[in-house]
């Protein structure tokens, strides 16, 4: 039989390993892929979701910011199965010929955006756009992908929106004008939440962190921590509001460390670094 600390190291393995296996999700052709000079006419200017409020200007066309990002730090929106949020967008029209602005979140977790069935938004006009979505209640728990896209409309000879873009339209004589932001969005149950799924619930950044350390969790109730070494040295203990808390890491020497969350019967593993 297992003793708790050879559970917890299979525990942890698991999660490495599952998080090396993540989809991989289409990626749309951005605008300078598609052949564009300049930047594009239309472009997504602020996504707000559960905590996430990222506002980012027009894309250059220059490198990556060329009409298509993957905002992989961003704040992770925390979902609850059966529940309601509010998804806020807005977007910018430059050339004042229109817009389409159309939202896909990843339900299923098989890393496809389904045209129909995981379309949560669309607006058609430029603006600032809300409406309401809900979590399915067989959405299963984990990480999964939320695609924010807008173009020229397709009355201006572009195409009506997909979740991929132009990436089955290599040809298209005129391409998008407008770009594609993904979010990462974490999905859980509102009660009995196993030791994976809470895992995966909880964020902490910045990593690697300088002074100060973020901890997220979405339980709903106080939580005993414990900071230790690489050696197992435990170097800082305390206990975490709901919610959210910031830890003063300042008096860490660089290095790893281990960070260890008891709640109620589960004990959860994360690692940081400090860096100067």
Known sequence: MKTSKQLALSLFLTLIFSAGLMAQYCIPPGFKSMGGTGEPFTYISNVQLE??????GMPTGIGEDN????????KKPVLLQGSSYSLKVSGVDNLGAGMEVVVWIDWDG???????????????PNGNHGADITVPKNAPNGVIRMRVYCDMPS???????EPCGYLNYPTHPIG?????????????TPTGINNTSLSEQIEIYPNPA???????????HAVEYFVSDVFGRK??????????ETLNVSNLAVGQYILLLNSDSNQIRKQFHISR
């Open 155 to 161: 009355t201006a000879g572009h195409i009506p929106p």
């Open 235 to 244: 170097i800082m203990s305390g206990v975490l509001e709901s919610g959210s």
């Open 67 to 74: 009409g298509y990002t993957y905002y992989s730090s961003a």
């Open 51 to 56: 905590g996430l409020n990222n506002s980012t």
């Open 110 to 124: 098989d890393g496809i955006l389904h045209q129909t069935a995981e379309r949560v938004a669309y607006w058609a």
């Open 176 to 188: 998008q004008h407008g770009e594609v932001e993904d979010y990462d969005i974490i999905i859980g």
């Open 210 to 220: 300088n002074h100060s350390l973020t901890i997220e969790h979405p339980m709903d």
